[in-house]
């Protein structure tokens, strides 16, 4: 099945400073999802981002399918962005299930 | 606002007792989505209705059972709690299965 890798596993932020997460997948896919986990559990929508560039205030990510990698960027960094960041696919031609990659860790201090 | 809504946020159940966790969501999407999550990991599917179709993972223990009643609804059913059970359960929703997920807040599981 497709193998979906996100990097760096843990990263550690002073606030105000940028970061960029990546994720890397094996195979073409349908869907490509972006989520944030706050420390209370719940997964929160970030982007929908199949291909292409999207912005969201300080967040914004960029998809390449053709190359099969997507980027999450997050400006000036707040202690609010802790959490677990993940990236979930849909592969083409597959079990049409979204499938996770093992998470960003997020640790912004003040 | 249009949601995905699980009762109760916490629940405590016995070894061996019954529980029921529930989701209902105001999205009126076909597909409803029943995750798994222990610490440090990422969420595990453990079974999917589209519509009134029911999907289950092959890995799924048959000690978790599904239903939906309508389109709003769906609970899980843990027929035997087991220590290994003790998780946070996601339920989520989409429009079909290339589409966005929305999930709710989850529900987290003790298991005493």
């Known amino acids: 099945g497709i193998q979906v890798e996100q990097s760096p596993p843990d990263l550690i932020l002073q606030e105000g400073a940028n970061s960029t997460l990546r994720c890397n997948f094996s195979?073409?896919?349908?869907?490509l999802q972006w989520f944030h986990q706050n420390p209370w559990g719940q997964l929160i929508n970030l982007f929908y981002?199949?291909?292409g560039t999207k912005q969201n205030g300080r967040l914004s990510a960029t998809t390449v399918a053709t190359e099969r990698y997507s980027l999450l960027y997050i400006s000036s960094s707040q202690t609010t962005d802790s959490g677990v960041y993940f990236c979930?696919?849909?592969?083409?031609?597959?079990?049409?299930?979204?499938?996770f990659g093992k998470g960003t860790k997020l640790t912004v201090n003040p | 606002d249009a949601m995905v809504i699980q009762n109760p946020r916490y629940q405590v159940t016995q070894f061996g007792k019954p529980v029921t966790l529930s989701c209902s969501q105001t999205?009126?999407?076909?597909?409803m989505y029943w995750y798994q999550q222990k610490s440090s990991q990422a969420p595990k599917l453990l079974f999917h209705?589209?519509?009134?179709?029911?999907?289950n993972e092959a890995d799924t223990p048959d000690n978790f059972q599904s239903r939906r009643p309508n389109t709003s609804f769906c609970f899980l059913d843990i027929r035997s709690p087991g220590l290994g059970d003790a998780a946070m359960y996601l339920c989520?929703?989409?429009?079909?299965?290339?589409?966005?997920?929305?999930f709710g807040p989850g529900t987290r599981l003790t298991v005493t």
């Open positions: 195979d073409s896919v349908n869907n």
């Open positions: 999205l009126n999407h076909n597909v």
């Open positions: 989520a929703t989409s429009r079909g299965a290339f589409y966005e997920q929305y």
């Open positions: 209705y589209y519509d009134k179709d029911f999907n």
């Open positions: 979930a696919v849909v592969p083409q031609g597959g079990s049409e299930k979204l499938v």
């Open positions: 981002i199949p291909s």
